[in-house]
Nanobody, 119 residues
Framework: VQLQASGGGLVQTGGSLRLSCAAS????????MYWYRQAAGKQRELVAR???????NYADSVKGRFTISRDNVKKSVYLQMNSLKPEDTGRYYC??????????????WGQGTQVTVSS
């Protein structure tokens, strides 16, 4: 099982980016999917999560600006980021709770994608 994230880049304050993350491999079911971020010198923090039923939660710092969504057919999760601020700069990681076809249930991480917001 692998997660592949994409969509990061350099954007000016107030701009938008859309991150994507696709899961692949011997997957039976994907439960909750997450986006985390880690700024330089700081701990990784949860940005947003979405359950298999579509329920969402957001960090207070991104509420009203970021939207998490998923496509269960494509085994993908997305993060639409609007009104970006310099403090949103960091490496963004997708994460998912996945049951493999072997029956094993684990938490899988993507490789991360860099988001840089210039002031």
């Amino acid at each position: 099982v692998q997660l592949q994230a994409s969509g990061g880049g350099l954007v000016q304050t107030g701009g938008s980016l859309r991150l994507s993350c696709a899961a692949s491999g011997s997957i039976s079911t994907i439960n909750t999917m997450y986006w985390y971020r880690q700024a330089a010198g700081k701990q990784r923090e949860l940005v947003a999560r979405i359950t298999s039923a579509g329920s969402t939660n957001y960090a207070d710092s991104v509420k009203g600006r970021f939207t998490i969504s998923r496509d269960n057919v494509k085994k993908s999760v997305y993060l639409q980021m609007n009104s970006l601020k310099p403090e949103d700069t960091g490496r963004y990681y997708c994460n998912a709770d996945i049951r493999a076809t072997t029956g094993f249930v684990g938490s899988y991480w993507g490789q991360g994608t860099q988001v840089t917001v210039s002031s």
